[in-house]
């Protein structure tokens, strides 16, 4: 796991934690958490639309093999982790990759759903 970008507050690793346990406690601590693999031009683009509407998430770079770890959307059972870079997880639950995030914001969800887990006040 690469070292974390954070849009506030403080990341503890335990280095013998598994990649599925420290990915869970980082879902369940930060609100808004994106799991990215470096150099990835659509997480950039994740955090332009969700700092033009006003909050910052925490961005955690993986290695291919603990994107494997992650949890999947429940709506997109056929999603592989290849599939799901970058991922965006809005109070523990996952929204999915872009166009998941972009298809919730034209929607006119994305701004009452980052309201409803206290990350953005309106």
Do not use: Q, Y
């Amino acid at each position: 796991m690469s070292s974390p970008t954070t849009g506030g507050g403080g990341l503890s690793i335990d280095e013998e934690e598994t990649a599925e346990t420290r990915i869970r406690r980082l879902i369940s601590e930060h609100p808004l958490i994106i799991f990215s693999r470096s150099s990835c031009c659509m997480c950039h683009v994740m955090k332009k639309l969700l700092a033009t509407i006003g909050v910052h998430p925490t961005v955690i770079e993986l290695d291919d093999h603990e994107f494997a770890s992650l949890p999947r959307p429940s709506s997109h059972g056929g999603l592989s982790s290849r599939n799901l870079s970058p991922a965006v997880f809005i109070g523990g639950t996952c929204v999915g990759g872009l166009e998941s995030l972009v298809a919730l914001h034209l929607s006119g969800h994305l701004v009452p759903k980052l309201v409803e887990v206290g990350i953005l006040w309106v």
